[in-house]
């Protein structure tokens, strides 16, 4: 027995001062192969891997085609739509679909307009989530889940029941009848007007001869000397071949001034124009009922944005907060200075579902911008070029290319920012608690 585990002892074959050499006594490289690969394990790991690898490649492929779709159509010319040949790739190449949305629909204009929209409500939209969410997280009074079932309830009731309430309310939009009165329409109470005190009304008999003439309140006089509300802004005007600047002064706000040239000419526009009546402001086709909504905590989703800073912030030890009270520091700057630095991933998750669900935003963009005066990025879906518009036997594909184009021109801009922002995205979803 001994001898025999001599003769199987490793032999020492080269020694250093870093390194020693021993040659072991093996099983043959096909014995060691057939150990290891042809077993039940192995062959299982494998057709798991085949099966995963197929399914993968199965779903990508359901997800991706009509983007490829998409993308290959938008590249076509209008022959390579009649080509019962051209699947995928086309055979005459072109970017004439890209160039004329960007000229003729006004595409860089509609994507400042939508940007600028998106941006500022997103900011918005975060900051004030995360303040009402941390509120719900961490301090405690009375109704709380009465009010937090309500912030739930904005996420259930659907935004179309209340399309006409919102547009009245930003169609003739007053701040406690405040407009109302600098614009000479007197005190509105309990449905009577505070001017109309003393008026007479006109009063006619059958024959239509007035009996008694109108007459106005006794406070009319005092609340027409009101109307201060005017604004002033500068006209051109062109006086026996001289052109003269003169401030006109009227209802109407004028912010942001720009210039555009018409047949040779120049016009003055103007970004927001807000008109002042006794019946309220008229913040139609603004940027502001967005502002608002947002500043308010009523905007686009802020119900789930809301609902997940709350979970999130639930998951914030509270002796982090108490600490800093110890210190001396008050419950905004807490907020402020330790809280929101904890949570970047969380802010950085829902500025970016803000801003992508009001950059592809339609109700809210259709119902504040009705007219055409400010352009849209989700207005341009289903306009056709001038300079594309056919007859001939593949129209309607053509047209639905240059439709599908317009979309794939609005979620690029997205697609960039998701592969920057991807991993913040995920780790905040992640810590929100809702990936549980």
Not at 209 to 223: D, H, Q, S, T
Request: net charge positive; aromatic share 16%; proline share 3%.
């Amino acid at each position: 027995m001994n001898a025999q585990n001599t003769e199987n002892k490793p032999v020492v074959k080269r020694e250093s001062k870093n390194r020693i050499r021993v040659d072991f006594d093996r099983t043959p490289l096909k014995d060691r192969l057939k150990a290891r690969f042809l077993n039940f394990y192995f062959l299982s790991r494998i057709v798991i891997w085949i099966f995963r690898f197929v399914l993968m490649v199965g779903i990508s492929y359901i997800v991706l085609y009509p983007f490829l779709t998409k993308i290959a159509g938008s590249v076509m010319a209008p022959e390579d739509f009649v080509d019962v040949t051209v699947r995928l790739i086309p055979k005459h190449f072109t970017l004439d679909i890209y160039r004329a949305i960007a000229s003729e629909l006004g595409y860089w204009a509609a994507f400042r307009n939508t940007f600028i929209l998106s941006l500022i409500s997103a900011v918005f939209q975060t900051l004030i989530c995360a303040l009402i969410g941390y509120g719900f997280a961490k301090f405690k009074f009375k109704g709380r889940n009465l009010v937090f079932l309500l912030v739930i309830l904005t996420m259930i009731i659907p935004h179309q029941t209340m399309r006409l309430s919102m547009y009245m309310e930003f169609r003739y939009f007053d701040i406690l009848g405040l407009i109302r009165l600098f614009k000479g329409g007197g005190i509105q109470l309990f449905g009577h007007n505070i001017k109309n005190l003393g008026a007479v009304a006109e009063q006619v008999d059958e024959a239509g001869n007035v009996i008694r003439e109108a007459k106005p309140g006794w406070l009319a006089p005092f609340f027409e000397k009101l109307d201060i509300l005017r604004f002033a802004h500068k006209e051109t005007a062109i006086q026996d071949g001289v052109t003269v600047k003169k401030t006109v002064w009227d209802d109407t706000l004028r912010l942001f001034k720009y210039q555009i040239e018409r047949r040779g000419r120049m016009f003055d526009r103007y970004r927001v124009e807000v008109e002042f009546t006794q019946s309220g402001a008229n913040l139609i086709n603004t940027y502001v009922p967005m502002f608002l909504l947002s500043l308010g905590g009523l905007g686009f989703k802020n119900g789930l944005y809301i609902f997940l800073f709350r979970q999130f912030f639930r998951g914030i030890p509270d002796e982090l907060e108490e600490s800093a009270y110890i210190d001396g520091s008050g419950t905004f700057r807490t907020f402020v200075r330790i809280i929101l630095p904890l949570s970047v991933p969380m802010l950085i998750t829902v500025f970016l579902f803000s801003f992508c669900w009001q950059w592809t935003d339609e109700f809210y963009t259709n119902l504040f911008f009705p007219s055409d005066t400010v352009n849209m990025l989700v207005k341009l879906v289903g306009n056709i070029p001038a300079s594309l518009k056919t007859d001939y036997a593949g129209q309607e594909l053509y047209y639905s290319a240059i439709r599908n184009t317009c979309g794939l021109m609005i979620i690029f801009p997205l697609v960039i920012i998701y592969g920057f922002l991807q991993r913040f995205l995920v780790q905040g979803i992640e810590q929100s608690g809702l990936a549980n």
